[in-house]
């Protein structure tokens, strides 16, 4: 059974290549991965599916604006 990883890896091919779990909270977890097209080491972080359906991506949205910012 492939892992959450392995899953991910396959879902972001030819963009980007997970290396490893950083950390998780309550909304999200986040990922150190290589930008496969900028060659570079990016943070990823993605919503949890089950809080996806009841908060809305609205949230995680203005949380990754304040962030960017």
């Given amino acids: ?3 959450q990883i392995d ?6 091919a030819g963009r980007y290549r997970i290396e490893r779990e950083l950390g ?3 909304m999200a977890t986040v990922y150190l991965c ?3 097209k900028h060659k570079r080491n990016v ?3 993605l919503l949890k599916p089950e ?3 009841v ?3 609205e949230r995680f ?6 962030t960017a910012a």
């Fill in 7 to 12: 899953r991910l890896n396959t879902a972001l």
């Fill in 51 to 53: 809080l996806a359906a």
């Fill in 55 to 57: 908060l809305g991506a």
């Fill in 34 to 36: 290589e930008d496969v």
């Fill in 43 to 45: 943070a990823l972080k």
């Fill in 61 to 66: 949205v203005q949380e990754i604006t304040t």
């Fill in 1 to 3: 059974m492939p892992s």
């Fill in 24 to 26: 998780e909270g309550g």
